[in-house]
């Protein structure tokens, strides 16, 4: 039983290129969450996705892109990638997102934009 | 605009000690709060969700509480072992699926 995953883990780019961060998970959850997290502002929702081909808007979405084909699948796109964007970024999942439902975080991805 | 604030930001304690971590918050529209662990390189890892209609969860030598009319909650941690070393994240969840992060109590169980 896999969980959720994240790949890479580890990623180093420069600024201007094309970097996509994966996650997959295996629970065939709804709901699935990208967060960045800095030092000091904590956890920051980036985008959410409540089913395949539904996504919406967090609180940090500026230079980002996501997609959601398949349930088990949603990748993170930064289509031009700035230093600001260095970062730790975990993927999440919940199964209906309702009020009682748990977040489950995949390991995370530590990206170093030069 | 949700603000979450957890202090201390970092504390030691002699293992066998019982805790307690603090999490306020400003805004009492929530639907849940739950407490996260995380370890060093790690992801997170609930601990414990409370609905906005509870007091308080339990689990094993966890035990946590909810105020909302106060905007505030508490991680009670009994009889502290070195793995409880980590650190402890609570969060929020208003409307839209837009939960808010605290930034983090480092905990140090000192054996």
């Known amino acids: 039983d896999a969980g959720i995953t994240q790949s890479p883990r580890y990623k180093i780019t420069e600024t201007g290129r094309q970097v996509t961060l994966m996650c997959h998970q295996t629970?065939?959850?709804?709901?699935m969450f990208w967060y960045r997290q800095d030092l000091g502002h904590g956890l920051r929702l980036i985008y959410y996705?409540?089913?395949?081909?539904?996504?919406d808007k967090g609180e940090v979405p500026d230079g980002y892109v996501v997609s959601r084909s398949k349930t088990e699948n949603f990748p993170l796109t930064l289509e031009s990638a700035t230093r600001s964007q260095t970062s730790v970024y975990f993927c999440a999942s919940s199964l209906s997102g309702g009020n009682t439902d748990t977040q489950y975080f995949g390991p995370g991805t530590r990206l170093t934009v030069l | 605009k949700q603000e979450v604030t957890q202090i201390p930001a970092a504390l030691s304690v002699p293992e066998g000690e019982n805790l307690v971590l603090n999490c306020s918050f400003t805004?009492?529209?929530?639907?849940?709060l739950q407490w996260f662990r995380q370890d060093p390189g790690k992801g997170l890892t609930s601990l414990l969700l409370i609905q906005s209609s509870q007091r308080e969860q339990t689990s094993g030598r966890l035990n946590a509480s909810l105020d909302k009319s106060s905007g505030r909650s508490t991680l009670y941690i009994a009889a502290s072992q070195p793995g409880d070393s980590a650190t402890y994240l609570c969060a929020v969840r208003g409307g839209y699926q837009k939960v808010t992060f605290g930034t983090g109590t480092k905990l140090q169980v000192i054996p």
């Open positions: 629970w065939s959850h709804s709901y």
């Open positions: 996705s409540a089913a395949a081909d539904i996504t």
């Open positions: 805004d009492s529209a929530i639907y849940n």
